[in-house]
């Protein structure tokens, strides 16, 4: 038997099809998918199902010293189980393996750990290594049919990021976190690449706060020929001889305003025309992809989910390349004709296939793993794919086709006029030829019209315009930009940066995007660059980068790497120890500045966002146990901070993170004293207690800001039903004939306005509606849930997740690896929608 083993299962799921003719079956061994024809088998790993840690002894943190794992031994442990369990058994009657894992560092270390495992139960059996950069038909049978090695340096190469990265990240987490007394959920984390991109965003903030505003003014006159009106902009020789716009000087600009105001002509002095070619872009790698998907929207983490589904489902090449220039192999021409008559994407094709040369545009950077990121032959219809993939999809289609085609030409025409001894100028453009921007529509193709004029023409001046401004401070790095500029620096590689960003997310050190630091993220980076400046350091990074790459490449050894690695760790542990008090005290600060909302009603200490022992949030005194003034918050989702402070009370507002469903909550002492000033709606009998002790149901205003239909015998009875959040409740005089109770119908616009564009909810009878609702879960399962269609409920529902519950409790890695199509922030978005 063979024995084929993948990186993912989607990928086992796909190649299996491949190789069988679609005549392969699936069976569940352990919970895992195995894929089963004639003499092989297929299974796919989740990812890496063995993982490096550190034997059990130390796991204590109070017993450990954080500098004691530098030097402590590394264990390699099962960390799926089920999936370790199944392979080994299936290896056992093996007479070949053949790997087929990604090929990149990660997925050739994947691929080893597989091959540990098998050598494990079956020492003799023969072990190829087969290696594509798409999915498809073409490329899946030439590699099996071409086998190769492992590549056992590449594998070291991720081995010893996954070693040294343990250790900076275990020894320096503890450290800080032990410092600052900040334990469980909430501990301070620190990683080896975490840290010194958290810097370049913490830089940027202190750029953006030093930043001191200079006033200058610019001013504008609006020319006529004819009919014809156009804008131009003062401007006059600096000291270098070089146009500038900008005056800053109140009084000078003041007086040649008057000036340009007080004319009626102005006199065409220079006229200049030019043509431009606008050359098409070069192929997508893995930083440039990212950056075009974020000016659509999309995250980085984001994005390159949507992009791995694509490449597992064979419609584009592997989304992890640095590579700019396509392979030798690749014929645009063959591509292209897979294209023609596709509703979407066919005319264009028809068009470049016109063409008499194609010659593809190419990048600075040619590497030998993989090509740019392009479409492959397999092309999908618009119904497979969600709207994201398929606009992650078209993106890349179009690039394609924008490699391929010609350039643009635009035509410049520059007018310069005087008025006394002020000079104007007009710049115009048209683009005479759209070339490439015809196919890829991403880049700005604005026009700027200015008329036909000659040398000495007197045109009239119609309008003027001072404007007073000031200089802006540096923008913040968007996701997309901070990853290029980690790429210049040598921070990370192609398949971490974006992972790297979005740890930054999850561990509270970033909010908002653009990315903007927490005063946590401030205060952990200040400590680093007072007390051990190699943290943060990006030349550091950047040099265990280049030993890994040693190590790949077979000029260096993994134990040495990792050896050197520890010397330096412990170098900057000979400065930590010394300042442990001082680092404490600080963050424990910043810890405390970003939970403060402000004054405590009631006793004057700090208002600070806590967490109950159970794990909702809440807001408590400082002044505790003292002050035990406290304020609900919404039991969903994570407590965020503004800026914005609410001018009754100087309280901070509060925005509830709960993936789709976040919203803005506010003030948290308003939303209590709106609930206490509400009176509560008496519209009915209680279903459960009314008959007997008379209790009734009344429409609810909760602290929390949550609505409801409840029981005003509370807490005696809890009969209750949900409402929604947002928008005015109008009870009506209609009436529901089952339970007596008025039917209700939400405004969304917040009153019963008839300018709103959103239509009123009828949401009728409470119980009726709720009632609906349940029959609805219990009939529909998953499809209750926006998004999740039938076809897509089975699909879930062969990975184990059949009901709402099931969804709500899915680990979202392991359900995204199992199911094509799925990413994990899709699932995320859905578990919102559930709770």
């Known amino acids: 038997m063979e024995l084929i083993i993948t990186e993912k299962d989607n990928a086992a799921r796909r190649i299996a099809d491949i190789l069988s003719g679609e005549s392969a079956s699936a069976d569940r061994q352990n919970g895992v998918n195995v894929y089963k024809w004639g003499g092989k088998r297929c299974i796919g790993l989740s990812g890496h199902v063995v993982g490096v840690d550190f034997p059990p002894e130390y796991n204590d943190w109070r017993d450990v010293e954080p500098v004691e794992l530098i030097d402590a031994d590394i264990e390699k442990q099962p960390t799926k189980e089920n999936i370790v369990r199944t392979l080994r058994l299936l290896a056992r009657d093996a007479d070949r393996v053949t790997i087929a894992t990604d090929y990149d560092r990660e997925g050739e270390l994947i691929g080893k750990e597989a091959w540990e495992l098998v050598r494990e139960v079956n ?13 498809t038909q073409n490329e899946v049978t030439s590699a099996f049919e071409n086998p190769d090695e492992l590549d056992f340096d590449l594998a070291a190469a991720g081995e010893a990021r996954q070693i040294i990265d343990l250790i900076w990240g275990a020894a320096l987490t503890r450290f800080l976190s032990l410092s600052s007394r900040q334990l469980g959920n909430d501990f301070i984390s620190v990683g080896r690449v975490q840290s010194p991109t958290l810097k370049l965003i913490v830089d940027r903030e202190r750029e ?5 505003p200079e006033d200058y003014w610019e001013l504008f006159a609006d020319l006529q020929k004819e009919k014809e009106e156009f804008e131009a902009q003062y401007f006059y020789r600096d000291e270098d001889g070089n146009e500038a716009e900008r005056v800053w000087d109140e009084k000078t600009a003041k007086k040649a305003f008057e000036t340009l105001r007080e004319a009626t002509q102005a006199t065409v002095e220079r006229v200049s025309r030019r043509t431009r070619t606008d050359d098409p872009p070069a192929p997508f790698n893995t930083t440039q992809f990212i950056r075009a998907a974020g000016s659509l929207g999309h995250s980085a983490q984001r994005a390159m989910s949507i992009a791995e589904d694509l490449y597992t489902a064979g419609y584009i090449t592997y989304p992890r390349t640095d590579n700019t220039v396509y392979p030798d192999d690749l014929d645009p021409e063959e591509l292209l004709d897979e294209f023609v008559g596709n509703y979407h994407f066919g005319d264009d094709a028809d068009s470049l296939l016109e063409r008499d040369d194609i010659e593809p545009t190419e990048g600075d950077e040619e590497t030998t793993d993989h090509p740019p990121i392009h479409p492959t032959e397999d092309i999908p219809t618009k ?32 007018v310069v006029a005087t008025v006394s001894e002020l000079s104007l100028k007009a710049n115009g453009k048209r683009l005479l030829e759209e070339g490439y921007h015809a196919v890829y529509p991403y880049f700005k193709t604005t026009e700027n019209y200015v008329p036909n004029v000659e040398e000495g023409e007197r045109l009239d001046v119609t309008d003027t315009r001072i404007e007073d401004k000031q200089t802006q401070p540096p923008r913040r790095y968007g996701q997309s930009r901070l990853i290029e500029k980690m790429e210049k620096m040598g921070i990370g590689t192609k398949s971490t940066r974006h992972n790297t960003i979005q740890k930054l997310y999850d561990r509270g050190y970033l909010e908002n995007d653009p990315p903007r630091p927490t005063r946590l993220a401030q205060s952990v980076v200040s400590a680093a660059e007072d007390y051990a400046d190699l943290v943060v350091s990006e030349s550091m990074t950047r040099e265990l980068e280049q030993d890994m790459t040693a190590i790949a490449d ?31 005290k600080q963050l424990k600060q910043s810890l405390k500045a970003d939970k403060t909302l402000g004054p405590c009603p009631d006793c004057g200490e ?10 909702s949030h809440f807001v408590g005194c400082d002044g505790y146990p003292d002050c035990t003034y406290t304020l609900p918050l919404p039991n969903k989702g994570k407590p965020l901070i503004l800026d914005e402070t609410c001018d009754n009370h100087d309280l901070r507002e509060v925005k509830i993170l709960a993936g789709r469903g976040t919203f803005v909550h506010g003030c948290p002492l308003c939303k209590a004293e709106a609930a206490e000033e509400a009176e509560d709606r008496v519209i009915g009998d209680c279903p459960d207690c009314g008959e007997e002790h008379g209790g009734e149901l009344a429409i609810k205003q909760l602290q929390t800001g949550s609505r409801l239909v409840g029981c005003t015998r509370y807490p005696e009875c809890d009969y209750s039903l949900p409402l929604p959040r947002r928008g ?4 009506t005089d209609e009436k529901c004939e089952e339970h007596n109770l008025p039917e209700l119908v939400v405004h969304s616009d917040g009153g019963n306005s008839d300018d709103s564009d959103d239509e009123p909810w009828e949401l009728g009878c409470p119980i009726c509606n709720y009632e609906e609702f349940k029959q609805r879960e219990e009939k529909s399962g998953l499809e209750v849930i926006d998004g999740i269609g039938a076809k897509t409920a089975e699909k879930l529902a062969e990975a184990g997740i059949e009901n709402i519950d099931d969804l709500k409790n899915a680990e979202v890695e392991s359900v995204a690896e199992q199911v094509n199509g799925v990413s994990e922030d899709r699932l995320r978005g859905w578990q919102a929608k559930a709770d």
């Open 728 to 731: 005015d409740i109008e009870v």
């Open 606 to 615: 700090d208002l600070l966002v806590r967490q109950s022992r159970r794990g």
């Open 123 to 135: 020492e003799e059996v023969p072990v190829n290594r087969v290696r594509f950069s798409s999915i």
């Open 208 to 212: 953006i706060q030093a930043f001191d």
């Open 383 to 414: 119904g497979e794919l969600s709207d994201d993939e398929w606009e992650i999809y078209e993106l890349v289609v179009r690039r394609f086709f924008a490699t391929v085609a010609e350039s643009a030409k635009w035509e410049h025409l520059k």
């Open 554 to 584: 077979g000029e260096a050894e993994l134990d040495d790497v990792a050896d050197s690695s520890r010397e330096i760790l412990s170098r900057v542990f000979d400065d930590l120890e010394e300042s442990r008090e001082e680092i404490g």
